[in-house]
Each structure stands twice: as structure tokens, then as C-alpha cells.
């Protein structure tokens, strides 16, 4: 099993892809690629970050100063979502597709960043605090081997995760045709304890993310897939920040 992050489940992390050639004597001599590297993948998250947060501030900026950014905040969120899944299918495409999602889900985060700061003042620097420095933890933590990646660590993951995605789809689904509460929505305890859960398991993902990176080095994977985990990094830290929104709204909204 593999990260809940779609790139994460393509083949492409478990299996080394390179172009073979049949010789007339039957041999067959493997082309060869320039490997992906970790320092590459590194290099490629700074950028697509970079991007993101550039994008963010134009959504933000249209915020505050009196416009409603709506449909830019909603387009980057459904565009970023396509790229998603178009590169988890085509992962050589992801040179061309990772800078488009960073762009289009900075639009995305900049207008959900303003709109929860304008409700709570301060909220959002104490989430991308808590993202960035959540994110720190946890590459060290996997870095030194505190934390090692099993197989019965990524199942308990996975599966954590896939209950919260189907809590989350059922809930919204519902919404639609029953009127009732989400016990996630609101400020209740309990709310805020789903919450907390949700912001672990998307740390634990993190490991996951590592792990596949490195493995992808490992298997010497070509180039291409720096920009593969690099965008597939994106999405997990997206995850957490947005979640660490959430959870700190709630327990801002009880002061």
C-alpha cells in the first residue's frame, strides 16, 4: 500500500522505467537515463512552493482590498484538482503540470487563507507555523530513523486516511439531500478532537511521502519524477495546512 497522495500509488515509485531495444541477437540493452535525485526533488518542492505562495498572494491581495476573489479561489481549487489526477496517470507529463498545479492551487489558497483570516486575525501565520514546523518534525524524525516506514506503519496510515475521505465524501453527499450537522462542523469537542486526528494522519502521510521519494532514488527513476514527488509533496503539505485551519478556526471560535 502507498501514500493516500495519488502520485504515491503509481507503480512508477515500486518499479524502475526504462525503454529496452530487442538486438538482433536477442540481447537486450536498457537506454539510459539520468536518475532522479533527492537534492533534484528538493530543489523542484522549493520551486513549486515558491509558485504556490506567489499565486496565493494575488487571490489574497484582491481579498483585502475589497474584492471578492471567488472564482479564482474556486477555479485554481477544481483546475489544481484536474492536474491531480492528470498527472497521477501520466507522470512524465509532470514537468509541465507540477508548476501549473502550484499556480493554480496558489489561487486556491490564497482566497481560503483570507477568508479565514478575516474571521480570526492571525490565524493563518499560526497555520503555516504549524505546516512548516510540523513538516520539520517530521523529516527529521525520518531523516534519523526515529520513525522507520513499515509495512504495518503504512497500512495503519492508509486506512486511517481512507476512512477520513469517505467520512468526509459521505458527510458532503448527505449535505445535499438531509438537513443535518457533520459532528466535524462546528466548535464542539468533538469536533475539534476529528480535527486534531485529521491534522496527525496527515503528518504521518509525510512519512510515506519521504519513503517513496527515497525509494524512487533508489530504483533510479528518471528525471522527470523529481517533479513528480515534488508536486506529490505539495499535496500532502496543502492537506495539513488546510487542515491545521480548520482545526485552529474551531478552537479560535471558542475564545
Known amino acids: 500500500m502507498n501514500s493516500r497522495n495519488p502520485f504515491f500509488k503509481n507503480k512508477s515509485y515500486n518499479e524502475t522505467k526504462v525503454s529496452a531495444q530487442q538486438l538482433e541477437d536477442g540481447a537486450v540493452v536498457i537506454e539510459h537515463l539520468e536518475p532522479m535525485t533527492v ?11 515558491l509558485l504556490i ?20 479561489t474556486i477555479g485554481g481549487a477544481i483546475l489544481a484538482f484536474i492536474i491531480v489526477l ?21 489561487l486556491f489558497l490564497g482566497g481560503l487563507s483570507a477568508f479565514f483570516e478575516a474571521a480570526y486575525p492571525g490565524l493563518v501565520i499560526q497555520a503555516v507555523g504549524a505546516t512548516f514546523v510540523t513538516f520539520l518534525v517530521c523529516f527529521g524524525l525520518y531523516k534519523y530513523q526515529v520513525v522507520k516506514v513499515t509495512e504495518r506503519f503504512r497500512s495503519i496510515v ?7 475521505l469517505s467520512f468526509y465524501l459521505i ?23 476529528i480535527s486534531a486526528f485529521v ?24 528525471k522527470y519524477m ?9 499535496v500532502t503539505l496543502v492537506w495539513l495546512y488546510v487542515e491545521f485551519l480548520r482545526l485552529l478556526s474551531k478552537i479560535s471560535s471558542r475564545d
Open 171 to 193: 458527510s458532503w453527499i448527505l449535505s445535499f439531500f438531509i438537513e443535518f450537522q457533520p459532528i466535524h462542523h462546528g466548535n464542539s469537542l468533538t469536533s475539534i478532537g
Open 53 to 72: 505562495v506567489a499565486t496565493a498572494t494575488i487571490t489574497w491581495t484582491l481579498a483585502f482590498a475589497g474584492y471578492n476573489p471567488i472564482f479564482l
Open 226 to 234: 523529481e517533479w513528480f514527488g515534488a508536486m506529490g509533496l505539495m
Open 39 to 49: 537534492s533534484g526533488t528538493i530543489n523542484k518542492s522549493f520551486l513549486l512552493l
Open 199 to 222: 491534522v496527525v494522519i496527515a503528518a504521518l502521510n509525510l512519512f510515506l511521502d519521504f519513503d517513496n521519494i527515497e525509494k524512487g532514488v533508489q530504483n533510479r527513476l528518471p
Open 86 to 106: 492528470t498527472t497521477s496517470f501520466k507522470p512524465q507529463w509532470s514537468g509541465y503540470l507540477a508548476p501549473g498545479y502550484a499556480l493554480f492551487e496558489g
Open 158 to 164: 492508509i486506512a486511517s486516511t481512507l476512512a477520513i
